[in-house]
């Protein structure tokens, strides 16, 4: 089956379900999931879940339950949408962020929390305690550090390395490149095939929306782990040859071409028991954030 529920829950509100409003009816989308093999049980207990996570809330209308992203849901929304930005080349103007911390082992799931919201926004384990990002990241670790009220444990420094190696010699201790790029490889392999063929067929009307749906869905399912593992660093500092320039590309082309028949289905499902006017007036099927222009 692929996937969890739940993964694929956020998925949808992420590509679809966030341009209509940010608002579905329980039974669109138990439809929806359907067509990825999720039963009506599984999709129930995985709302649930999402609802005690604070990820979404409830709303009756009539006999109808309806789901939409809470503040918290949106905000996490926001957050992929600018971490998004950050996959995107862009100049370096030659400074790294350092962040040092001494966090007491007695506040160790603070510190855990800290780590993974670090590795989140893209930066690097130079060493232990030493996090560093080419990127200009200072809003984001105010935000952190008033989030966990650490301001006596933390340290942020902005400054230029002054060798004896080159600046990429950082990139090689605190980042895992190899492994990123290897994903990237697998992504292209999988997914290169696959555009080839949907395209051929897509053009001579072979193709059911429906499939579309799924197939673009999945494709943004797998392309948006790259957020997790991939810091957006800036074109200086990468191997001039960087498959995720290539994998980029291709998940635009590939995306462009299964978009209009995928919300045709959506809109299709949508429709019965939602509101179509909650459409976002500026919303393009073709268009999407993590396309880079």
Known sequence: MGANTQSMIFTIYGDYIRNYGSKIWIGSLIRLLKEFGHNEQGVRVAVSRMVKQGWIQSEKQGNKSYYFLTD???????????????????????????????????KRQLRDDLRKELLWSGF??????????????????????????????VDFFISEYKGPQENQSLVEKSWLLAEIESKYEDFIEKYSKQFI??????????????DCFVERTNLVHEYRKFLFIDPGLPKELLPSKWNGNHAALLFSQYYQVLAEPASRFFESVFQENNDLCRKDETYDAKDHPLIIK
């Open 124 to 153: 690097g384990s130079f060493s232990n305690g030493c996090w560093i990002s080419p990127n200009n990241l200072e809003k984001e670790i105010n935000l952190l550090i008033e989030k966990y009220d650490i301001s006596e444990y």
């Open 197 to 210: 063929v949907h395209q051929s067929i897509i053009s001579r009307g072979e193709m059911s929306d429906a």
């Open 72 to 106: 918290r849901g949106v905000k996490r929304m926001e957050e992929a949408a600018n971490r998004i930005y950050k996959m995107k080349p862009n100049e370096w103007d030659g400074k790294w962020r350092i962040l040092m911390y001494t966090i007491p082992e007695d």
